[in-house]
Nanobody, 121 residues
Framework: QVQLLESGGGLVQAGGSLRLACAASGSIFSINTMGWYRQAPGKQRELVATVTSGGFTNYADSVKGRFTLSRDNAKNTVVLQMNNLKPEDTAVYYC???????????????WGQGTQVTVSS
């Protein structure tokens, strides 16, 4: 059983910073892409940032230059450092990982339970 455990989030004023962490545990053979998505009320879930096992990162245009995603392959963790937060960053943030649980099995997408980020103006 694979689990994604998220930590971080909370309430911050505009211009402030927050750090989100996500750790994958359980039956894991390999992890392809890890990252974060977010969903604001009344909106669809959207990509925030992802990183491949090789370290290639992809950011939403809206967060480029403000958010930094890092990954530790040995610990199966990712950390999203969010700086200069804006009210429009308010959303539930979900960790995502593309995981192969055993050799020969296909990759599956796993999701964390979500953590609330609220940015006040």
């Amino acid at each position: 059983q694979v689990q994604l455990l998220e930590s971080g989030g909370g309430l911050v004023q505009a211009g402030g910073s927050l750090r989100l962490a996500c750790a994958a545990s359980g039956s894991i053979f390999s992890i392809n892409t890890m990252g974060w998505y977010r969903q604001a009320p009344g909106k669809q879930r959207e990509l925030v940032a992802t990183v491949t096992s090789g370290g290639f990162t992809n950011y939403a245009d809206s967060v480029k230059g403000r958010f930094t995603l890092s990954r530790d392959n040995a610990k199966n963790t990712v950390v999203l450092q969010m700086n200069n937060l804006k009210p429009e960053d308010t959303a539930v943030y979900y960790c995502n990982a593309n995981i192969r649980a055993h050799w020969g099995q296909p990759l599956y997408d796993y999701w964390g339970q979500g953590t609330q980020v609220t940015v006040s103006s």
